[in-house]
């Protein structure tokens, strides 16, 4: 008897697991639209970048570069104190993974050249934004700071000087139309200073454009640009600063990008007891060859 009370309880039950079995197939049939939609917006991860780690700033640039680019270093008899020239002086960094440095200063007879390596790994932390991605913004940023121009513009500054040499034209004209005077005489007196006033100042309209064709003619060689041989992309930034009264050190700057890692050169001289500057083009011919034996290394 007891036992025929608990039939109708287990057939409750095994109704009611039915029932949740039913149910389950229901929602079941919802699960492939929410995987379908989980695929929809899964997004792959970006690429990282080709470099992981960075090479020993110090030991990047070989002795022969160093002779090349700081000329005093031959000059150092004290053998200790010459491989100690070559050494450098590691920049002070708290992640040698992301960022790396070395310096060196040599004096010479002539001159005093400063060296200046840097190589910057660059990370994004966003998924979405590759290594390299992330790299050509920073690479753009430091473009944007040095002020360097684009490749199209500087055929437009090149023809900026000629016009700005016309205006001479203008003093001739209005000397020929001051001419008709009411006194011949006194239009004679007043034509001549007229004249040699256009003139002295058409003379310096043109000695000026003159320099400023010569110095636009340099810059299609030597002043800031972009550099299409390379790595992905590099600019070359020089500067000419007064270092006294009477001498000038200038700074090459070369910045290049090789995919997530930025390398920029700072190559600088001032000379010692003569007036002048240091050459633009064997400063810039040096600072490139070593760019170039650089990206060799990374791309080894």
């Excluded at 992981?52 to 000329?71: G, K, Y």
């Excluded at 004290?78 to 070395?102: F, I, N, P, S, W």
Aim: charged share 20%; aromatic share 4%.
């Amino acid at each position: 008897m007891q036992r025929k009370a608990y039939v109708p309880g287990t057939a409750a039950l095994l109704a009611a697991l039915l029932a949740g079995c039913t149910g389950g197939s229901g929602s079941s049939d919802a699960a492939p639209d929410s995987k379908a939609g989980g695929v929809s917006t899964t997004t792959q991860a970006a690429q990282p970048g080709k470099y992981r780690t960075l090479p020993e700033a110090c030991a990047a640039v070989s002795h022969d570069s160093l002779d090349s680019l700081m000329p005093g270093i031959k000059q150092i008899t004290d053998q200790d104190q010459r491989d100690k020239a070559y050494e450098g002086t590691a920049t002070l960094t708290y992640d040698t993974d992301r960022r790396v440095g070395c310096g060196w200063k040599v004096d010479s007879t002539d001159a005093t050249d400063h060296l200046l390596v840097d190589f910057e790994r660059v990370v994004s932390y966003d998924n979405a934004v590759s290594d390299d991605s992330r790299a050509q913004d920073v690479y753009a940023t430091k473009k944007t700071a040095a002020d360097i121009p684009e490749a199209s513009s500087s055929s437009t500054a090149s023809a900026s000087p000629s016009a700005s040499a016309s205006p001479s034209t203008s003093p001739t004209t209005s000397a020929t139309t001051a001419s008709p005077s009411t006194s011949p005489t006194t239009s004679a007196t007043t034509a001549s200073p007229s004249t040699s006033g256009p003139t002295s100042g058409s003379t310096s309209a043109s000695a000026s454009s003159d320099a400023s064709s010569s110095a636009s003619a340099t810059p299609t060689d030597l002043q800031p640009r972009e550099l299409s041989d390379l790595g992905d992309e590099a600019f070359l930034n020089d500067k000419l600063a007064s270092a006294s009264s009477t001498t000038q050190q200038r700074t090459v700057t070369v910045v290049f990008r090789t995919s997530n890692v930025i390398v920029t050169i700072e190559y600088a001289e001032q000379p010692t007891g003569f007036t002048g500057s240091p050459d633009s083009k064997e400063m810039q011919d040096k600072a490139r060859n070593l760019a170039q034996k650089l990206v060799d290394r990374f791309n080894g």
